[in-house]
């Protein structure tokens, strides 16, 4: 299966290494519109320059391809997709979906009109962690969820657009962490109340911490703390998590899943076991060679992926939602 990647540089290194390490998945080539990066990465990656165009539409002119990665910034994920979608070529997305959850909606709907997959890189569902704290859902073995606590901090200094954006925690990174709760719970928000700010010492423009209470139309509350400009005692990507259950606790802390039972209750005090670390399940492929792999079954086999842009939209309304409450003050309910 042949591939025309859009966008080389920042987040398309990810996607180089995947497709590279793929033995189902090749490029046919690539579209960049910054010369110096094209030029710099056929350099690293022994690409043949010819096969780098300037836009989508000359590309599928000039070259044969059976998908399309598109890791361009989210402002162009609707009029690159388009031109996928409109050629019946499949698009594999980079996450948000887009940057307005009008443009979401566009591209769902394109989607619906063509017949066309395209499918959105979720990536922080597919890791070991992620899979570990879904099996321990799924098998009901500590009872009813009672409540979800998730705590996130990190650092970066990434330059660019997402230094620029209006909220550039909620939007270009705790969608990761809300998709994972869609994920975890099988459940869509009913209710979302948000504070953002940004500290004096923060170098983005927008607002990179944030305070997040959310209700789920299953019931379960969970409470969000993040920032991207911590100063120290970072966590993982992943974040930390805290499953308050009928049968005892589990966790996720440093990427390892910790469990407590309950044990019961003796002159007036619970008692646990001692808490325990949960063997992570095995996974053949994660993150972005598990998506590679499932887009390549999905238009070689016709299988289904996990988040296609009719279910991904959820992700994207629950942002923009987290993002109206926060510049609203008001609580918002879907």
Same mark, same amino acid.
């Given at each position: +299966?042949?591939?025309?990647?859009?966008?080389?540089?920042?987040?398309?290194? &990810?996607?180089?290494?995947?497709?590279?390490?793929?033995?189902?998945?090749?490029?046919?080539?690539?579209?960049?519109?910054?010369?110096? %990066?094209?030029?710099?990465?056929?350099?690293?990656?022994?690409?043949?320059?010819?096969?780098?165009?300037?836009?989508?539409?000359?590309?599928?002119?000039? !070259?044969?391809?059976?998908? $399309? %990665? =598109? $890791?361009?910034?989210?402002?162009?994920?609707?009029?690159?997709?388009?031109?996928?979608?409109?050629?019946? %070529?499949?698009?594999?997305?980079?996450?948000?979906?887009?940057?307005?959850?009008?443009?979401?909606?566009?591209?769902?709907?394109?989607?619906?009109?063509?017949?066309?997959?395209?499918?959105?890189?979720? =990536?922080?569902?597919?890791?070991?962690?992620?899979?570990?704290?879904?099996?321990? !859902?799924?098998?009901?073995?500590?009872?009813?969820?009672?409540?979800?606590?998730?705590?996130?901090?990190?650092?970066?200094?990434?330059?660019?657009?997402?230094?620029? +954006?209006? #909220?550039?925690?909620?939007?270009?990174?705790?969608?990761? #962490?809300?998709?994972?709760?869609?994920?975890?719970?099988?459940? =869509?928000?009913?209710?979302?109340? &948000?504070?953002? @700010?940004?500290? /004096?010492? /923060?170098?983005?423009?927008?607002?990179?911490?944030?305070?997040?209470?959310?209700?789920?139309?299953?019931?379960?509350?969970?409470?969000?703390?993040?920032? @991207?400009?911590?100063?120290?005692?970072?966590?993982?990507?992943?974040?930390? @998590?805290?499953?308050?259950?009928?049968?005892?606790?589990?966790?996720?802390?440093?990427?390892?899943?910790? %469990?407590?039972? !309950?044990?019961?209750? $003796?002159?007036?005090?619970?008692? #646990?076991?001692?808490?325990?670390?949960?063997?992570?399940?095995?996974?053949?492929?994660?993150?972005?060679?598990?998506?590679? #792999?499932?887009?390549?079954?999905?238009?070689?086999?016709?299988?289904?992926?996990?988040?296609?842009?009719?279910?991904?939209?959820?992700?994207?309304?629950?942002?923009?939602?987290?993002?109206?409450? &926060?510049?609203?003050?008001?609580?918002?309910?879907?």
């Amino acid at each position: +299966m042949k591939v025309i990647q859009i966008g080389m540089g920042g987040m398309g290194n &990810a996607w180089i290494g995947a497709v590279n390490r793929s033995s189902d998945v090749e490029f046919a080539g690539f579209v960049e519109v910054n010369s110096e %990066i094209a030029q710099a990465q056929c350099q690293q990656y022994g690409f043949d320059a010819s096969t780098v165009y300037t836009s989508l539409e000359e590309a599928l002119e000039n !070259l044969e391809a059976d998908g $399309v %990665i =598109n $890791v361009t910034p989210p402002q162009f994920h609707k009029p690159t997709s388009f031109v996928a979608m409109d050629a019946g %070529i499949p698009v594999l997305c980079e996450k948000p979906l887009a940057g307005t959850l009008e443009d979401a909606q566009a591209i769902v709907n394109k989607a619906n009109e063509t017949g066309v997959l395209c499918t959105i890189t979720q =990536n922080y569902r597919y890791s070991q962690v992620a899979q570990t704290v879904k099996s321990i !859902l799924d098998s009901g073995d500590l009872g009813a969820v009672g409540a979800i606590n998730v705590e996130f901090y990190k650092g970066p200094h990434f330059g660019g657009f997402r230094e620029e +954006m209006p #909220h550039p925690l909620i939007i270009d990174m705790s969608i990761h #962490h809300f998709d994972m709760m869609r994920f975890f719970l099988d459940s =869509n928000p009913s209710q979302i109340f &948000a504070r953002t @700010w940004n500290p /004096s010492w /923060s170098w983005f423009d927008g607002d990179a911490s944030a305070s997040v209470n959310i209700q789920f139309e299953n019931g379960i509350p969970v409470t969000y703390t993040g920032s @991207w400009c911590a100063q120290g005692m970072e966590t993982p990507w992943n974040a930390h @998590w805290r499953f308050d259950c009928a049968k005892g606790v589990f966790s996720v802390e440093d990427d390892v899943v910790y %469990i407590q039972r !309950l044990t019961g209750v $003796v002159d007036g005090s619970s008692q #646990h076991e001692d808490k325990q670390v949960v063997e992570l399940v095995s996974m053949e492929r994660q993150a972005q060679d598990y998506l590679l #792999h499932e887009f390549y079954e999905a238009v070689t086999q016709g299988k289904s992926t996990g988040t296609p842009a009719q279910d991904n939209i959820h992700t994207v309304e629950f942002v923009f939602n987290v993002v109206k409450s &926060a510049d609203s003050d008001e609580i918002v309910t879907l």
